[in-house]
Nanobody
Framework: QVQLVESGGGLVQTGGSLRLSCAVS????????MGWFRQAPGKEREFVAG????????YYADSVKGRFTISRDNAKNTVNLQMKDLKPENTAVYYC????????????????WGQGTQVTVSS
């Protein structure tokens, strides 16, 4: 059974930074391409960032390019999302997800999901 547990969310002011972490257990994280998604109240879940199994390929939603950085440490079975210059519109529950397939921006293609961590950016 694969489990993903996110941490690092919280309340931050506009322009601040947060670092989210996703701990993977049950299988080695190198088995999966990983992604971060978010869901704001009343909105659909949307792609934020993705990373290939080896970490050599990363990609981002246009709205976060240059401000967010996804990384992975396969030795520690973790995936991280460094977020800087946060804006109120970044407020959402952030989810970590794993796919046995290729890296993707499409939520239905992910096999495992964490419970999410709340990020709130005050203006």
């Amino acid at each position: 059974q694969v489990q993903l547990v996110e941490s690092g969310g919280g309340l931050v002011q506009t322009g601040g930074s947060l670092r989210l972490s996703c701990a993977v257990s049950g299988r080695t994280v190198s088995t999966y391409a990983m992604g971060w998604f978010r869901q704001a109240p009343g909105k659909e879940r949307e792609f934020v960032a993705g990373i290939s199994r080896g970490g050599g390929l990363t990609y981002y939603a246009d709205s976060v390019k240059g401000r967010f950085t996804i990384s992975r440490d396969n030795a520690k079975n973790t995936v991280n999302l460094q977020m800087k210059d946060l804006k109120p519109e970044n407020t959402a529950v952030y989810y970590c997800a794993a796919t046995r397939g290729s890296s993707s921006r499409d939520p239905p293609l992910y096999d495992y999901w964490g419970q999410g961590t709340q990020v709130t950016v005050s203006s």
